[in-house]
């Protein structure tokens, strides 16, 4: 995917380096007594572990698996994620505020109540994440895979949205309000309540809707072929 605005460089933690190990609770354990600060993680499985409520504020994980790993209740906030393969992994109630992820797979996570306050996601393949309930206010996604993800209740107003991909996705009484679309589809995604007043969605593919979604474009911009295309798959014939 294209380098993203939200792309930011991964800080060199201060604390220690820890490469190509195989990383369970006791050692993390070990780990966060010794560099309460930060510790840079490299080519590390964490498979299945459970770091559920540990606190690992500020750590950076590159290259590392978390498959099926448990983050429920950790704090999480300012760290770093890149290139990492996480999915299924659930980060329920975890602290990921001012989080950094730059690219990896995070598909299938949850995070269900989780903190996720100025936290930005780049790069990223979250298809069938779930964001229930997350605390998002000022979260940030770009050049991200959102296929069949759970984001109902965000807010994304007055942002600019580059290159997002929404199909299929839950939508329902998000705030897209004075919003700009960037190479995005919101292709076959439940919009319900979905709010677009303001919103330009020039950038953005609308196949799939229907007459019910329609009307929650009221007030944003569409460009000519988008409008002839919505009226073709509604089964109106334009004369």
Not at 11 to 16: F, R, S, V, Y
Not at 152 to 179: H, K, P, Y
């Amino acid at each position: 995917m294209p380098t993203s605005n939200l792309e930011l460089p991964l800080k060199l933690a201060a604390g220690k380096r820890i490469a190509g190990e195989t990383i369970e609770r006791s050692r993390m354990v070990e780990i966060i007594a010794s560099n309460r600060e930060s510790a840079f993680f490299e080519d590390c499985n964490f498979d299945g572990a459970d770091l559920s409520e540990l606190v690992m504020g500020g750590f950076t994980f590159e290259r590392c698996s978390f498959f099926d790993t448990s983050f429920k209740g950790a704090v999480l906030d300012r760290s770093q994620w890149k290139g990492v393969r996480v999915g299924k992994a659930n980060f329920a109630s975890a602290d990921m505020t001012e989080a950094v992820i730059h690219s990896g797979d995070f598909n299938n996570t949850v995070w269900r109540g989780a903190a996720l306050a100025s936290a930005r996601f780049s790069n990223a393949k979250l298809t069938g994440a779930s964001f229930k309930d997350a605390r998002t206010l000022g979260i940030a996604f770009s050049d991200c895979l959102l296929i069949s993800a759970y984001l109902s209740g965000i807010s994304f107003r007055n942002e600019t949205l580059q290159r997002l991909d929404f199909s299929d996705a839950e939508l329902g009484g998000v705030d897209f309000r004075n919003s700009t679309f960037d190479g995005c589809s919101l292709r076959n995604a439940n919009l319900k309540g979905a709010r677009f007043q303001g919103a330009d969605l020039r950038g953005a593919d609308l196949g799939g809707m229907r007459l019910f979604d329609a009307g929650l474009f009221r007030g944003a911009t569409i460009s000519k072929s988008q409008a002839a295309t919505l009226l073709q798959d509604l089964g109106l014939s334009i004369a």
